[in-house]
């Protein structure tokens, strides 16, 4: 009987009474696991580590690649003379040149700062061309239709010659007909009557 007892009392919530003292606060900052830098160095990660807000646990390669270059104690040195202002981009700079610096030993960030300065050139020059070509083909249209403006303009004339000369052809004895009438009566009257 006493087991079955037991077995309830083991069930049944624990009920605290408010007259116990509240629980500690939690600390400000919990750290749950290291950063990326820590973990890597397999070192234990302090509460203040320089290197736990730029290197995060879940992103271990950005300090991987940058140890890789600068090696930890030189990031930690360059990030201990830093303001803190300027960190972020002093780490994102470090890692930047340790990629180029893995993608090319020898050049690093240079070589693509020059295959990129190379590659603005040809398309500074290709833009050029096609500028040129821009303003040749407006040239060349621009003389289309001054040829076809001008060409309309001879046609048109040619059309006017030929209605005045149609005119003239037909008009001929009008002509004679407003100035001298009688003439051209006695032309037309018959020869007998």
Same mark, same amino acid.
Do not use: W
């Given at each position: 009987m006493e087991?079955?007892?037991? &077995?309830?009392?083991a069930t049944t919530p624990i009920i605290i009474s408010s007259s116990s003292s509240p629980p500690p606060p939690l600390s400000p900052?919990?750290?749950?696991? /290291?950063?990326?830098?820590?973990?890597?160095?397999r070192r234990r990660c302090a509460?203040?580590?320089v290197l736990a807000p730029y %290197? /995060? /646990? @879940?992103? /271990? &390669?950005? %300090? @991987?690649i940058a140890h890789r270059v600068f090696g930890a104690s030189n990031i930690i040195k360059f990030l201990q003379e830093?303001? *803190?202002?300027?960190?972020?981009?002093?780490?994102?700079?470090?890692?930047? *040149?340790a990629e180029a610096r893995?993608?090319?030993?020898?050049?690093?960030?240079?070589?693509?700062?020059?295959?990129?300065?190379?590659?603005?050139? *040809?398309?500074?020059? *290709?833009?050029?061309k096609a500028q040129v070509e821009m303003v040749n083909m407006q040239l060349q249209r621009s003389n289309l239709l001054e040829l076809i403006y001008n060409m309309e303009q001879v046609q048109k004339k040619q059309e006017q010659d030929n209605m005045s000369f149609e005119s003239n052809d037909l008009g001929f004895l009008d002509d004679n007909s407003n100035t001298n009438t009688n003439t051209s009566m006695l032309w037309w009257d018959p020869l007998w009557t």
């Open positions: 087991s079955n007892g037991d &077995a309830a009392a900052r919990v750290v749950l696991s /290291p950063c990326a830098a820590c973990k890597i160095l509460e203040k580590c %290197f /995060p /646990p @879940t992103d /271990p &390669a950005k %300090f @991987t830093l303001p *803190e202002s300027q960190r972020t981009d002093a780490v994102k700079s470090m890692v930047y *040149e893995i993608r090319d030993p020898v050049y690093g960030s240079a070589g693509a700062i020059y295959h990129l300065q190379r590659q603005v050139s *040809e398309l500074q020059a *290709e833009l050029a």
